[in-house]
């Protein structure tokens, strides 16, 4: 019995200490992504919203560990680009993103007694994307992209042209800074990138399929959402493409989310976790009102 008692004791006391270096953490912001109609690498230029939530724990004072989701909306279109050629190809797409990441943040300045800390973060996830676009007849019906093979991915006698994947692998990485608010809560902001393995997110990769192949496979849906140049004013009876007339670049689409963090941590108190060298830091250089004295 007196063993049982001890290992329950000291169960609650690692259980107790551990949860003082968790932390439950929420992400408000902007989601954009570059690839073939998004020529700039960071802007907010046609940007949607990203959603987020993570779970962090801080392994030492400059090391912290992160998993946590993402949901994101982003969009882009080719009337908004600069290049006059780009703006007749006329393309256009939209996808949900759902994430899974885990990572690591490192504090450059450390985590004990201090109001403010800047941070890099990188590590790994896993995304879900399934892009469309709105067809001009039906006006305003919304088509999947990948089902139509607009640039042969899957048809038969093109067996250089796989259909691609919509869950995939990425690379996050980014910086943040995260400000103390109270023993507790914490806010702060962030800018993350991910570098993918695919150049589909946007369903634009590489060229024009033959036309009459896209039409005997997959329809003339299909065609009208692979070349969309005729539906611009002036331009309504330019021919289709001839094969392997060049439609998009080969470089992989990227995204990134910008915004703002919200954290709460779920023990707070004088005696943090890690012998009390947590977020929140023992007493030692903490005023009298409990508060961190230093800002740097």
């Not at 329950?8 to 107790?16: D, I």
């Not at 993570?54 to 994101?72: C, D, Q, T």
């Not at 973060?121 to 305003?140: I, S, T």
């Not at 065609?223 to 005729?230: D, E, H, K």
């Amino acid at each position: 019995m007196k063993k049982i008692t001890a290992i329950l004791l000291f169960s609650a006391l690692l259980l107790s200490a551990t949860a003082q270096d968790i932390h439950v953490n929420l992400f408000g912001g902007f989601a954009n992504y570059n690839g073939d109609l998004q020529g700039k690498n960071i802007t907010l230029d046609q940007a949607l919203f990203s959603v987020g939530g993570w779970v962090s724990y801080e392994f030492s004072n400059k090391l912290m560990l992160r998993a946590g989701v993402h949901y994101a909306q982003i969009n882009a279109q080719d009337k908004y680009q600069s290049n006059p050629l780009t703006r007749l190809r006329n393309l256009s797409f939209a996808t949900n993103i759902l994430e899974g990441h885990a990572a690591g943040e490192f504090h450059f300045l450390g985590m004990q007694e201090r109001i403010i800390s800047p941070y890099i973060m990188a590590g790994v996830a896993v995304f879900h994307y399934n892009p469309y676009a709105y067809a001009p007849l039906p006006a305003g019906n919304k088509v999947y992209l990948r089902p139509l093979s607009t640039e042969g991915q899957g048809l038969t006698g093109f067996p250089d042209r796989k259909p691609y994947s919509l869950t995939q692998f990425a690379v996050p990485f980014g910086a943040g800074v995260r400000m103390k608010l109270t023993d507790r809560i914490g806010a702060g902001i962030e800018i993350n990138y991910r570098k993918t393995f695919t150049d589909y997110i946007d369903d634009v990769s590489t060229t024009y399929v033959d036309q009459t192949a896209l039409l005997t496979q997959r329809g003339p849906l299909a065609v009208q959402m692979a070349f969309r140049t005729p539906e611009l004013s002036g331009h309504t009876s330019d021919p289709y493409p001839p094969n392997n007339t060049i439609r998009g670049g080969k470089a992989k689409d990227n995204y990134y989310f910008m915004g703002f963090t919200l954290s709460y941590r779920l023990s707070g108190g004088s005696s943090g976790g890690n012998g009390g060298s947590g977020w929140s830091g023992g007493r030692k250089g903490r005023s009298r009102m409990g508060c961190p004295v230093n800002v740097w």
